[in-house]
């Protein structure tokens, strides 16, 4: 079964800085796709980003970007110019390609300083 | 704007009652999950649907129903509530044919079991 591991339970930033989170996952198939969730304390789970595995190229959504490291099993988001508006719970998410669930990870608390 | 909506956004139950999440979706998604919030363990699924009447067991089925009499709504069952089973609720959705189909998802139900 597949895996997905955040291994940063919590993470801080300073406003207008750049921050990493981090993520890994563990599959024998070739073909999925991974995501990065965002959760405010609203509640309200939202999509960041995608990424295809088939793609070489990172995606990137605004200051949202990813590291995509198929080799390593490694999916990292990275935020730019962070906002006090990014401050929540990230998940990352994978899913086979020919599958409907979604796996997730335990989540990384992201905390923006002012 | 595509919306799922979940009945309660907070709930109280006492020890063996009988309780139902209701959720709902707008969006003509074939597929519908219910997962479980828990901090530290991130979400993991109880059920999914991926047509009426379809239903398929996730990780953690044990304790839970669910039903799809129709393909807007997908309600999920606690037969007799425990306290273990007290968590944040997420129901989601998503199209069936389209693997990189993000998720859609409600804004959680918090249930509470005394």
């Known amino acids: 079964a597949q895996t997905v591991t955040q291994s940063q339970p919590e993470m801080s930033v300073q406003e207008a800085e750049t921050v990493t989170l981090s993520c890994t996952y563990d599959?024998?198939?070739?073909?999925?796709?991974l995501f990065w969730y965002k959760q405010p304390p609203s509640r309200q789970m939202i999509l960041v980003i995608r990424?295809?595995?088939?793609?070489?190229q990172n995606a990137t959504e605004n200051r949202f970007s990813v590291n995509f490291q198929k080799a390593a099993k490694s999916f990292s988001l990275k935020i730019s110019d962070s906002q006090l508006g990014d401050a929540a719970m990230y998940f990352c998410?994978?899913?086979?390609?020919?599958?409907?669930?979604?796996?997730f990870g335990a989540g990384t608390i992201l905390r923006v300083k002012s | 704007d595509v919306k799922v909506t979940q009945s309660s956004r907070y709930l109280v139950k006492r020890t063996g009652e009988k309780v139902f999440l209701e959720c709902v979706q707008d969006?003509?998604?074939?597929?519908m999950f219910w997962y479980r919030q828990d901090p530290g363990l991130g979400l993991r699924l109880i059920y999914f649907?991926?047509?009426?009447?379809?239903?398929e067991k996730g990780d953690i089925p044990e304790g839970y129903s669910v039903s799809r009499e129709k393909k807007e709504r997908f309600s999920l069952i606690l037969e007799s509530a425990s306290t273990n089973q007290t968590s944040m609720y997420l129901c989601?959705?998503?199209?069936?044919?389209?693997?990189?189909?993000?998720?859609?998802f409600g804004n959680g139900t918090r249930l509470t079991v005394t």
């Open positions: 989601a959705s998503s199209h069936l044919t389209r693997s990189d189909s993000p998720l859609h």
């Open positions: 599959t024998s198939e070739s073909d999925y796709y």
């Open positions: 990424q295809e595995a088939y793609k070489q």
């Open positions: 998410a994978y899913r086979s390609g020919n599958g409907n669930k979604l796996v």
């Open positions: 969006m003509d998604h074939e597929n």
């Open positions: 649907s991926y047509d009426v009447k379809m239903k």
